[in-house]
């Protein structure tokens, strides 16, 4: 089996491709990619999520490593991926590595890695592992074990909660949140961002505790898997509601009468509060699969915008090169200046409730100004799952042949990733998933909200 990375990291079934001996596989592969790290001999991070064996497999991928003469730093406990990203920076290591498969199913689990400086390791650096897994036909894993390991010092445990609440502390303005009397509700998805905010400001918790199985749904932060939090919010007790994913990377936010915020309205929303309200400044960055929106914003502020392939890695790589204000995707990850090149839904949320405390507004109060100013803009992304990777070829081939949509002519095609059908009032684009066994099919029009029908038209046209 070849081991590939995808949009983020390498993601596979748990007992089927994601063994315990392919992760020592690429662990091994990854040791001796990076022996000429000029950070190495300082060591590096490994983290785990909430999922099934997650703590097991962070165990043998440290045993790995430091079998091969690295000091492995290990969480004692469960943490977000944030947390390995900052932790890698922060305390000047080579890298970091977190055992996850953040948003997919729990039958799922993945191996994601973090570059020095606390953001998403470039394609680059990743396709140097994988040439590394091709050449090798057989590895040396060493003998010690991981008791050994550990009594030696070799693996050391690190407190990653711990780290990361605190810096929390430093870059939030918390005590403004606390004296708002904001009424917040969280939903961690039985995810790792579990008992964060919690010791922070006031909140009501749900679905915080382990569960590897997620209640059955994944942990993936869009409307379809948030009915709880939402008729929670219909009560009226709340005035925000936030969601972060398996992995606390990703963020979902629910306005004060329990209707979903899209994503690419939480990123317009920060991004006008950044520029505002905290008067920082900066280029923007965004996904390919992003709104519009965002360009008008930036038109408005005079604000260098960068699109780039979808996958937070290129966000992150440009956020190191760039003055980057702030980076974000589709998907709901969102990467500020002030704190890490990386998502990060924790600090998101508590960046949210600041919002809310700092402007005194309501959640939909805001969202109306911003369409107030720029206008409506309507998004929607469906998912398909197809049978092969060439079937999703012969799709995207399709749909790069096809003059119109829904009666919307096509005025001009984007290849950046995927295929990108462009109208006069809108787009559509079609792509493969980077983690999933899926085909992505995202819309947006402007003005009027004609997405159902771009999506209906071009499902009949796939027959799918």
């Given at each position: 089996m070849a081991i590939k990375f995808g949009t983020d990291g390498w993601r596979a079934v748990i007992a089927d491709e994601f063994t315990f001996e392919n992760l020592k596989k690429l662990s091994k592969a990854t040791a001796i990619a990076f022996e000429k790290h000029p950070k190495l001999k300082n060591g590096i991070v490994i983290g785990y999520d909430t999922r099934f064996l997650s703590q097991e497999f962070a165990e043998c991928a440290a045993g790995v490593f430091a079998n091969h003469g690295i000091k492995v730093y290990l969480t004692d406990s469960f943490v977000t991926t944030p947390t390995v990203s900052l932790l890698s920076r922060d305390k000047n290591l080579a890298y970091g590595v977190m055992i996850t498969s953040s948003h997919n199913p729990a039958k799922y689990n993945g191996f994601k890695l973090k570059d020095e400086f606390g953001g998403s390791m470039g394609p680059k650096n990743l396709?140097?592992?994988?040439?590394?897994?091709?050449?090798?036909?057989?590895?040396d894993y060493g003998t010690r074990t991981f008791s050994e390991l550990l009594e030696v010092g070799?693996?050391?445990?690190?407190?990653?909660r711990e780290y990361y609440i605190n810096t929390l502390k430093?870059?939030?303005?918390?005590?403004?949140?606390?004296?708002?009397?904001?009424?917040?509700?969280?939903?961690?998805?039985?995810?790792?961002?579990?008992?964060?905010?919690?010791?922070?400001?006031?909140?009501?918790?749900?679905?915080?505790?382990?569960?590897?199985?997620?209640?059955?749904?994944?942990?993936?932060?869009?409307?379809?898997?948030?009915?709880?939090?939402s008729s929670e919010m219909k009560s009226g007790k709340y005035d925000i509601g936030i969601v972060t994913d398996g992995d606390a990377d990703r963020i979902a936010v629910f306005e004060e009468n329990g209707e979903f915020v899209d994503a690419q309205k939480t990123f317009a929303l920060l991004l006008t509060y950044m520029l505002e309200e905290?008067?920082?400044?900066?280029?923007?960055?965004?996904?390919?699969?992003?709104?519009?929106?965002?360009?008008?914003?930036?038109?408005?502020?005079g604000i260098k915008l960068y699109t780039v392939p979808i996958g937070f890695k290129y966000i992150s790589e440009l956020m190191i090169k760039e003055d980057i204000l702030i980076g974000a995707e589709e998907s709901g990850g969102i990467g500020l200046k002030h704190h890490l090149?990386?998502?990060?839904?924790?600090?998101?949320?508590?960046?949210?409730?600041?919002?809310?405390?700092?402007k005194k507004k309501k959640m939909s109060d805001l969202i109306a100004g911003i369409e107030e100013k720029y206008g409506k803009f309507y998004y929607k992304r469906i998912d398909q799952h197809l049978s092969s990777n060439e079937l999703k070829s012969e799709l995207i081939e399709l749909a790069s042949k096809l003059k119109e949509v829904a009666g919307l002519k096509v005025i001009g095609i984007d290849n950046l990733d995927g295929c990108k059908l462009l109208f006069d009032s809108g787009w559509l684009l079609v792509r493969a998933s980077g983690t999933e066994p899926l085909l992505r099919i995202y819309t947006e029009t402007f003005g009027v909200n004609k997405t159902d029908d771009i999506l209906k038209d071009i499902l009949q046209k796939f027959k799918l």
């Open positions: 396709v140097v592992i994988e040439k590394e897994l091709e050449n090798s036909a057989e590895f070799d693996i050391q445990y690190i407190k990653g430093e870059k939030i303005e918390t005590d403004r949140i606390k004296d708002s009397g904001l009424r917040i509700i969280y939903d961690a998805m039985f995810g790792s961002g579990q008992g964060m905010m919690d010791g922070l400001i006031n909140i009501t918790a749900i679905r915080s505790e382990v569960n590897p199985s997620f209640g059955g749904a994944s942990p993936e932060p869009v409307a379809k898997n948030l009915s709880l939090i905290k008067k920082m400044t900066g280029g923007v960055v965004r996904g390919f699969s992003s709104s519009e929106l965002i360009k008008k914003i930036c038109d408005n502020y090149p990386e998502r990060d839904g924790i600090f998101n949320g508590m960046m949210f409730a600041e919002m809310l405390a700092v």
